[in-house]
């Protein structure tokens, strides 16, 4: 079965229509997928990060991101990003065993600007050819945004 998370991902951002100017980081940007799609639909500000080198050379390679970002991701590591940086985050594939923890939220939501948030879709996870299909609530005041 082929990975297909960077698309979906990217896709449901697409139909939230946000402004092209919009300041976009991809977490967990991996070889690229989603920038590749943001870019066709011409989105310009958006930065990768990711903690493997080797996915990092591909993907600069495609010449479809603004920055991008070396550093691991976990609820003990300040990502080397500044606090409201971003409008948007796009995380496809990542909330699995060997990738990034879901205590790493709080991290991850002090870089989005206040008030732009929505909580959108479902996440949908494939595993021995069984869908299931979970909806993600957050209480978002916990983070003091």
């Not at 991996?30 to 958006?46: D, N, P, R, S, W």
Request: proline share 4%; aromatic share 8%; hydrophobic share 40%.
């Amino acid at each position: 079965m082929e990975y297909n998370g960077g698309p979906l991902a990217a896709h449901c951002f697409l139909e939230m229509n946000y402004e092209k100017s919009s300041k976009i980081l991809d977490i967990g940007a991996g070889t690229g997928i989603v920038g590749e799609i943001l870019a066709k639909h011409g989105y310009t500000h958006v930065d990768a990060l990711d903690g493997n080198p080797d996915m990092l050379n591909i993907l600069k390679e495609k010449k479809c991101y603004r920055n991008v970002i070396l550093s691991m991701v976990g609820p003990e590591v300040r990502l080397p990003v500044k606090d409201r940086e971003y409008d948007v985050v796009i995380m496809a594939g990542v909330f699995c065993p060997g990738h990034i923890e879901v205590k790493s939220l709080e991290q991850i939501l002090r870089l989005v600007t206040p008030g732009k948030w929505e909580v959108s879709r479902e996440f949908v996870l494939t595993y021995r050819k069984l869908t299931f299909s979970l909806s993600l609530s957050l209480s978002l005041s916990k983070f003091s945004l």
